[in-house]
Every structure is written in structure tokens, then in C-alpha cells.
């Protein structure tokens, strides 16, 4: 009887072992049907870029990184995610210096007032980890954010999610699509943008601050130090003007690099047509703000 029942359960662990392991088939699919195979290519380490551009929609839309390598002469990546927060940044930063050469020089951009706290519209971008499960990398970080447990680094069905099924043809949408350097200009303004400059002198509190926010902020210094990478924070134009509380924020919590701020006396940035909505600029004003930026790192650089 006893020996019966053990060949049940060896016989259950085989199937189960057989049919999960099935599972890494779609799994090992997934990565190649992912349009923008910017995280990919970073994990595989097939980048070796001297310029890296880090930030949110913020970073992907407002700077042009194919400007900037033609201007600079320096191979150059937007490695900006609309909707993400500074710990995604973080993330990115991280896996690319796991699997390449550190760049020379990073660029991040700052979400004016968002950039350490709570904001709805910037989150760690886990949508664009799940097809990218197979890798032990993706997984090990969703198992640090609680997202999966220890046994999916065993079993194929502890990564299993909605996207592992689905490979449908994907293609980019007017606002994410993307350029070869990774940057996604918009060349349009949003029908609800009223263009009406505001002040933005309002009080900074540091009191609803995430400390893993401030955290994230604070390892990219780091990373940047131990590697040897020059850093300079941006402050990108917004339809308002620069919240100085803010400002003065990321100056006390910057140990290594240096802070830009955009020129906010150019009357450019005070007209509405050259923005696609109030915190993003279209096409022409990144082409006039990066040209501003390349300016300022000829000098920085001494490029």
C-alpha cells in the first residue's frame, strides 16, 4: 500500500514537474514580441552607450536623444519610461550597469513636486516586466516587491501572468512610439490643453515624502559615484514655472553631480504652441530645449 502510494506521488511530481516546465515555452516567447525591446536589450547587454537618459515621460518626450549624439558626437540613449517613478529609474540603471559598460554620463529628469512623493501618474512600471519574466533579473525583482513568492524562482507557474499568453502583434500608439534612440517626441498638442501659464510657487512639504523614493534617488548618486559616471539632474520645462521649494529639495538631497535647470527666461517656454500639454513639450520645443541641453553639456563636458 505504502509503496503504491509513493509511486502516486512520484508519478504526480513528474507530471506536474513535466507540465510546468511547459509553461517556460510561451515564457521564453514573450520577450520577442515586446515592441520596445529597450529593457531587453539592456538585461542581454547589448548596449554601449556613452550618454543614458533616465526619467519619465518627462525624460522620453522632452529631450531627443538622437539630437543629442549628433550634436555631441556620443552614442546616446533615452532610456526614459512614460508614467514611471525614480525607483523604475533606479531599476533601469541598475540592470544596465549589471550587463554593460557604465556610460559617461547620465542625464535624469526630475518630475517637478512629483518626483518623492505619491503621484498616480508615475509607478514602477511592472506592465513592462511581465514579458520579460523568464529572465531571473525581472523575477528576483518582482519577488523583492512582494509581487511573487520564493517558488517562482523554482516553478514556471509562479511567473505565470496575463501577459504570458499573449501574442498578439503589438504596434506603438501616437504617443509611444519610438524613435531609434528610445526618445517618443510628440508632434501634436492634447485637445484639453487650455494653455494657460500658472504659477507653481507653492509650498514644498517634505512631510508626505516616500523614503523609497528619496532612497532611489540618493542609489542613483551612488551608482553613478562608483562608477565613474558624470550626473546631471534636470529640471525639463513645464507650462508653469519651476517650484523653487521644490528645487531647493534636490539641491539638499544631491551629494554627486550637478543640477540643471532649464533657461526659464526664454520666452519660448511661455508659449503654449510649443507644448503638448502642461507638462510636456511637442516636438519643436524639444528640439529648441535639447539644443539647450547639448549648449550646456559642450561647456560641462568640455566636449
Known amino acids: 500500500m505504502m ?39 539592456a538585461l542581454e547587454g547589448k548596449f554601449d552607450e556613452e550618454i543614458l537618459i533616465l526619467g519619465s515621460s518627462r525624460g522620453a518626450r522632452n529631450l531627443l536623444a538622437g539630437k543629442i549624439e549628433e550634436g555631441l558626437n556620443r552614442r546616446t540613449l ?108 510628440v508632434s501634436f498638442q492634447d485637445e484639453r490643453f487650455n494653455q494657460i501659464y500658472f504659477d507653481n510657487n507653492i509650498d514644498y512639504s517634505t512631510e508626505d515624502e516616500l523614503e523609497s523614493r528619496i532612497s532611489s534617488f540618493q542609489k542613483i548618486q551612488s551608482m553613478c559615484a562608483e562608477n565613474a559616471i558624470d550626473l546631471v539632474v534636470i529640471f525639463p520645462p513645464n507650462f508653469k514655472n519651476l517650484n523653487p521649494g521644490f528645487v531647493e529639495r534636490v539641491k539638499n538631497v544631491t551629494s554627486y553631480g550637478s543640477i540643471y535647470l532649464y533657461q526659464s527666461q526664454n520666452p519660448i517656454y511661455q508659449k503654449g504652441e510649443y507644448f503638448h500639454d502642461s507638462n510636456h513639450l511637442i516636438d519643436r520645443g524639444a528640439e529648441i530645449f535639447t539644443q539647450e541641453i547639448i549648449d550646456f553639456l559642450k561647456s560641462y563636458q568640455k566636449m
Open 3 to 41: 509503496k503504491r502510494f509513493l509511486k502516486n506521488i512520484f508519478l504526480f511530481g513528474l507530471i506536474f514537474f513535466l507540465v510546468d516546465k511547459l509553461f517556460f515555452i510561451p515564457m521564453l516567447v514573450n520577450p520577442h514580441q515586446i515592441i520596445d525591446q529597450r529593457i531587453r536589450h
Open 78 to 185: 533615452n532610456f526614459s519610461y512614460p508614467g514611471s517613478n525614480i525607483e523604475f529609474h533606479e531599476f533601469l540603471l541598475r540592470i544596465y550597469l549589471e550587463n554593460q559598460n557604465p556610460p559617461d554620463l547620465i542625464l535624469l529628469t526630475m518630475d517637478d513636486n512629483s518626483s518623492f512623493k505619491e503621484d498616480i501618474s508615475l509607478e514602477f512600471r511592472l506592465d513592462q516586466l511581465y514579458p520579460l519574466s523568464i529572465y531571473s533579473t525581472i523575477n528576483n525583482e518582482f519577488i523583492a516587491r512582494g509581487e511573487r513568492t520564493f517558488l517562482s524562482k523554482f516553478f514556471a507557474l509562479g511567473r505565470v501572468s496575463k501577459s504570458t499568453f499573449d501574442f498578439g502583434q503589438q504596434t506603438f500608439t501616437k504617443y509611444d512610439s519610438l524613435s531609434s534612440n528610445g526618445s517618443m517626441p
